[in-house]
């Protein structure tokens, strides 16, 4: 397999770790390994032992006990407990010679996590320059982190869903303006976005943005995509298909990190998916 090409292992969800490394190995997949893996208290030492081309992502390894990494949160305990994740991640890239660690841009409030995915519920009000303030703080610590073991640390872009848009917005870096802000305010070289190709599009839609012209002011920042389809209202981890929306983009991108991050396949459909990629990348 391309060496820049990974499976996130939301392709595998449901199966045990064991199962999905074997899968992997057998057909020489690169891995991700991402959030909704189940806690294990052996998680990390399978990572590090496994002889798979790898990389952490967002919330792996899951914790004991359950929480939304935020790295925004007013929460002293969700965000100290979140930039040690970040930290760890790092740590983990750097032992398995992983490109880098990436995790969700922040949030302004601190959602439960059985509402990710969901219509998320606004308990209080909330003042957004304080939570970006945050957000700043905290991903400059993670960089300095970053760059004492030499690792790059990518924000991956949020995705805002129709349902939790009311005309205010309560995630962090959902399209170019709060991006080019974060870049803006941080001017480091391990720093870098990994654009969710599926979460813009979402997001370009609840906002009545036109997705193309979005992606192409995005484009300076970002180091490595994931890569998903979806009607534009939902971000469910749909198959690539011929008319998906980056394919035009693939070739001027093919050296960069690619993630598929669709949803439950089977091993033809996940090369299938790998062939489209590369197809349109030459």
Not at 164 to 188: A, H, Q, R, V, Y
């Amino acid at each position: 397999m391309e060496s820049n090409i990974y499976v996130s292992s939301l392709a595998f969800i449901g199966k045990p770790v064991e199962d999905i490394i074997k899968v992997c190995y057998e057909n020489n997949f690169n891995l991700e390994f991402s959030s909704g893996m189940p806690y294990r208290d052996d998680m990390e030492s399978i990572y590090s032992e496994s002889v798979l081309t790898r990389m952490p992502h967002n919330y792996f390894p899951a914790p004991k006990d359950p929480y939304v990494l935020n790295l925004a949160s007013s929460n002293d305990e969700i965000r100290a407990k979140s930039i040690a994740h970040c930290k760890n991640g790092l740590s983990l890239s750097k032992k398995s010679n992983s490109p880098f660690f990436s995790a969700h841009a922040g949030f302004c409030i601190d959602p439960d996590p059985n509402e990710l995915g969901r219509k998320i519920a606004i308990k209080e009000n909330y003042d957004k320059k304080i939570h970006k303030q945050l957000f700043l703080d905290s991903v400059n610590e993670i960089l300095e982190f970053a760059d004492k073991i030499k690792v790059d640390f990518l924000i991956e872009n949020n995705v805002l869903a129709p349902f939790n848009f009311d005309g205010t917005n309560p995630l962090l870096c959902c399209e170019f303006s709060e991006i080019d802000w974060l870049f803006d305010n941080i001017k480091n070289p391990r720093l870098g976005l990994l654009l969710d190709t599926a979460h813009l599009k979402v997001s370009c839609k609840t906002l009545q943005i036109n997705l193309q012209e979005e992606f192409e002011k995005i484009e300076p920042f970002v180091k490595a995509f994931h890569h998903s389809d979806n009607d534009g209202t939902i971000d469910n981890n749909l198959v690539l298909k011929e008319d998906y929306w980056f394919l035009p983009y693939m070739k001027k991108f093919k050296e960069y990190v690619h993630v598929l991050e669709i949803k439950a396949q089977d091993v033809n459909e996940i090369k299938n998916q790998i062939k489209l990629l590369k197809e349109n990348g030459r």
